[in-house]
């Protein structure tokens, strides 16, 4: 079965730095795909960034990018020049084609990000 | 710009009474979920559903029911609801079943409160 970990339950940070959130995984499956999504203070849900379990580099979108070290299944996401706005939940989720292709999501990392 | 509607946006009901959610999404995709998500903000796949078939069905209790008369509906009904039902229920899509490197796009949730 698919588990996913976010040990860290709250972070805080000022403006303007960058962040790291921690995520690990477990999977018996070779190939698979792992995702940050990040929920806002109103609950909407949206995504924001994909590592694709056979791709060696980190994966990149904007402000956001992916620490993946594949021998520790840890799936880290960085946010540089943080903003007031990326205040919110940031989740890490894992999809493989052995748990018939369903989501599971990490606790989520609560993040503040302060003047 | 939302494309993932669902009805309503909360509801307050008794133990023991109906509830029925709505959700359609207007991304012309395959596949369709419910997560619920609980006040810890866990988040935990319910039902998947691949062009109006239930493909998924994780362990939930029977007095949850969904239904999809076409791809682009899926809802969800809870009779006799007891109060551990309380929690946000999000409607997600996905282009296609099998699609694991996709993204999953998430609707605003509805919000039950069982009193």
């Known amino acids: 079965a698919q588990k996913v970990t976010q040990t860290q339950t709250s972070i805080s940070v000022m403006e303007k730095t960058t962040v790291t959130m921690d995520c690990v995984y477990e999977?018996?499956?070779?190939?698979?795909?792992l995702f940050w999504y990040k929920q806002t203070a109103s609950g909407e849900i949206v995504f924001l960034i994909r590592?694709?379990?056979?791709?060696?580099e980190n994966a990149t979108e904007g402000h956001y990018s992916l620490n993946f070290q594949k021998p520790k299944s840890s799936i880290g996401l960085i946010i540089t020049a943080t903003q007031i706005e990326d205040s919110a939940v940031y989740f890490c989720?894992?999809?493989?084609?052995?748990?018939?292709?369903?989501?599971?999501f990490g606790q989520g990392t609560s993040l503040s990000v302060v003047p | 710009e939302t494309a993932v509607f669902q009805t309503p946006n909360y509801h307050v009901t008794q133990v023991g009474n109906e509830v029925s959610f709505n959700c359609k999404q207007t991304?012309?995709?395959?596949?369709m979920y419910w997560y619920k998500q609980d006040s810890k903000k866990l988040l935990k796949i319910m039902f998947s559903?691949?062009?109006?078939?239930?493909?998924v069905n994780e362990t939930v209790p029977r007095r949850f029911s969904p239904q999809s008369s076409d791809k682009a509906h899926l809802n969800l009904r809870i009779k006799s609801v007891e109060p551990e039902d309380s929690a946000v229920y999000l409607c997600?899509?996905?282009?296609?079943?099998?699609?694991?490197?996709?993204?999953?796009?998430f609707g605003p949730g509805t919000r039950l409160t069982v009193l």
């Open positions: 989720a894992m999809r493989a084609s052995s748990s018939f292709s369903k989501l599971v």
């Open positions: 559903y691949n062009n109006k078939q239930l493909i």
């Open positions: 999977t018996r499956d070779s190939s698979y795909f």
């Open positions: 997600a899509s996905s282009p296609t079943w099998g699609a694991d490197y996709a993204e999953q796009f």
């Open positions: 590592q694709d379990s056979y791709k060696k």
């Open positions: 991304l012309g995709h395959d596949t």
